[in-house]
């Protein structure tokens, strides 16, 4: 294969938004964006009646140009709509790399856009740098237990990138705006209503704090204390998939392999064992506490504070604790 030699590149970034905000993982892309266009263009692309309304923002964080693609079926996400909007608006662009969310969005436009284009996808990456003049892109395998690096040596590539692993930065640029009309059609999916499951409206995939519980919280009501810290801390609750099988909450909540990826600040597993597939759910989080009663409990072993104890005595007087010392600031 030949090598890639030079770096300048035009990137385009599929900013996402939800309840009429941008998410924070589109101004993580466009910040990669930048590292990897080294002095070619950093694309953004914005979905959706009202698009325009973003666009200073994501020029902020230094968008060269920004496609608007404001057609009303583009409002509300769609597999078929998004797909073909995308492999247009790829080829219009003439992007070389596409970087993306690993969101719900994400997973599913990315491959089914890669496969119609012929293009290759590095998905759930924690890490894109550029060595010695080409992209590598680092990914999780083995539900965490490794990292796999990809060469990007030619061509243009795809990739979806985990949220909350990569750092923001402001880069002011002047946005050159472009109205792009994607032609859309045969689209199977008709949405009539989104229900969210949210606790205490904080969204668990971009929540700073996560308080989470596991079979040890033994009851639905078990979940109540877990909630008050939460809320006393601005965070979400989430769960094992132990909690989530004895229907002590909702599968909406469960974090590891099979649930929700999460990399929040702080981390507070209440009652939760440590098993390998919930830990490839938040081992990348910045500060674990464990409260546990169990001190052989393997979640000690990622822990960076542990507590050994009933959780029922630990985590009402961490949300006292904490109630003081937020006062107090
Ligand atoms: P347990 O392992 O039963 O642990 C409960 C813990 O609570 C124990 O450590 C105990 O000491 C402690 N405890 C009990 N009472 C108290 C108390 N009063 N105070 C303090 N501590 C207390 N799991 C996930 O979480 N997410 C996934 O995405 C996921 N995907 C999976 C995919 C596959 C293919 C498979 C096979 C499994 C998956 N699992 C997943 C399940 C996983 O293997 C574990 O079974 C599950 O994580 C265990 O949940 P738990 O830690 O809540 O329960």
Known sequence: MKEETT????VLVFA?????????????????????????????????????????????????????????????????????????????AGADVILMGHTAIGKDVAPRAAARLGLGLVSDCTGVDVEGGKVVFTRPIYAGKAFQKKVFNEGKVFATLRPNNFDVEKNPAQAEVISFQPVIKDIRTVVKEIVRKTTGGVDLSEAKVIVSGGRGVKSEDGF???QELAEVLGGAVGASRGACDAEYCDYSLQIGQTGKVVTPDLYIACGISGAIQHLAGMSNSKVIVAINKDPEAPIFQVADYGIVGD?????????????????SV
Request: hydrophobic content about 40%; glycine content about 6%; some cysteine.
């Open 311 to 327: 959780l029922f005595e630990v985590v009402p007087l961490l949300t006292e604790e904490f109630k003081k010392a937020l006062v």
């Open 224 to 226: 109540k204390p877990l």
């Open 16 to 92: 996402e938004t939800k309840d009429g905000k941008l998410r924070n993982i589109s101004f993580e892309a466009i910040t990669v964006a930048q590292k990897l266009s080294e002095g070619g263009e950093v694309i953004v692309s914005l979905f959706g009646a009202g698009a325009s309304q973003y666009v200073q923002e994501v020029s902020e964080y230094g968008a060269n140009k920004v496609y608007l693609l404001e057609d009303e079926v583009l409002s509300t996400y769609t597999t078929d709509a998004y797909t073909q909007a995308l492999c247009q608006l790829i080829e219009e």
């Open 7 to 10: 770096m300048s590149k035009k």
